[in-house]
């Protein structure tokens, strides 16, 4: 797949990568529609069991809406485009497996917006991360307004947004928008590969389970333990979750086969 973005394999792990280095990596309507295209790759292969979303080069991880399309479209096709967000981003927030972003450098935007719908967020030390689109006259529209204050609360949010802050990954890291920062002087993939190792070599049941049951702490609390309950039950049944008490008991590495 081309046209912005790109599928490459680690093992379980499936590594997106924004793929427009000359142009910061900026979302054009095609690298939409190619990212699009990817998700249902990834959604339709179960033996994916972790992503990692990252931008090609060193200097992006994507500058956001490609300014320069934009400026050739009229208000409809903007509308479409914002559409188009959420039917070919969506699956960002959605598959069965975690999807982590490695923010290798700018994250501005829509670019920020989409590693805000990814499941965690790590960066390189000299990634930058800002929402600046009311200094363009518009606002973020691809979930920014609404992932952001939850995520680092809402006047962390609102000085994002309304005044413009960047923040740097140090920064972004002591509030909590990234949950680790990569030194420069790091191979930044291997150490994202190495990060969501926990996932990509854990028990496959308990890793959709447990992903299942966060997301629903957005439900009212009833209705999250609910789900919570109706989680841990499909573990119940897993044979790994007996081959774990038995590995435990014989004091050696449990072996699972996500059955
Ligand atoms: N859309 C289209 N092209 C973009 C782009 C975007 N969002 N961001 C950068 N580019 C292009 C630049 O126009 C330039 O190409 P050119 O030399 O042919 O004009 C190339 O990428 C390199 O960018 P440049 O600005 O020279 O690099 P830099 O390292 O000095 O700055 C940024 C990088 C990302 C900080 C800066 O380009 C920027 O602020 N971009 C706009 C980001 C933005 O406001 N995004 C929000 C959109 S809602």
Redesign the pocket.
């Known amino acids: 797949m081309s046209d912005g973005a790109r599928l490459e394999r680690h093992g379980a792990v499936a590594v997106v990568v924004l793929d427009r280095p000359?142009?910061?990596n900026?979302l054009s309507r095609a690298a939409v529609l190619a990212l699009g295209a990817i998700g249902r790759t990834l959604a339709a292969d179960p033996r994916v069991r972790a992503v990692v979303l990252t931008g090609a080069g060193y200097?992006?991880f994507c500058?956001?809406?490609?300014?320069?399309?934009?400026l050739t479209l009229q208000e409809a096709e903007v509308l479409e485009l914002l559409q188009l967000y959420r039917s070919e981003l969506g699956w960002i927030g959605a598959l069965d497996v975690p999807v982590v972003a490695a923010i290798n450098g700018?994250a501005?935007?829509?670019?920020l917006e989409m590693a805000l719908a990814c499941d965690l967020r790590i960066a390189r030390e000299t990634a930058?991360l800002g929402l600046?689109?009311t200094?363009?006259g518009?606002i973020?529209g691809a979930g920014g307004t609404q992932r952001l204050p939850r995520l680092i609360g809402e006047a962390r949010a609102k000085e994002m947004i309304l005044l413009g802050k960047r923040l740097s990954a140090a920064e972004a890291l002591s509030i909590g928008l990234l949950q680790q920062v990569v030194s420069s002087s790091q191979d930044f993939l291997l150490a994202a590969l190495d990060y969501i190792k926990p996932i990509s070599e854990g028990a496959p049941i308990a890793q959709a389970a447990a992903l299942r049951a966060l997301r629903a702490a957005e439900l009212p609390l009833a209705e999250g333990l609910a789900a919570e309950l109706s989680a841990y039950e499909v573990c119940l049944k897993s044979a790994d979750r007996k081959e774990a008490l038995l590995a435990f008991q014989e004091k050696r590495p449990p072996k699972f086969e996500g059955r």
């Open positions: 000359e142009r910061m900026a200097k992006a500058a956001g809406a490609d300014l320069k399309e934009r700018v501005l935007g829509g670019g930058v600046p689109e200094s363009l518009i973020p």
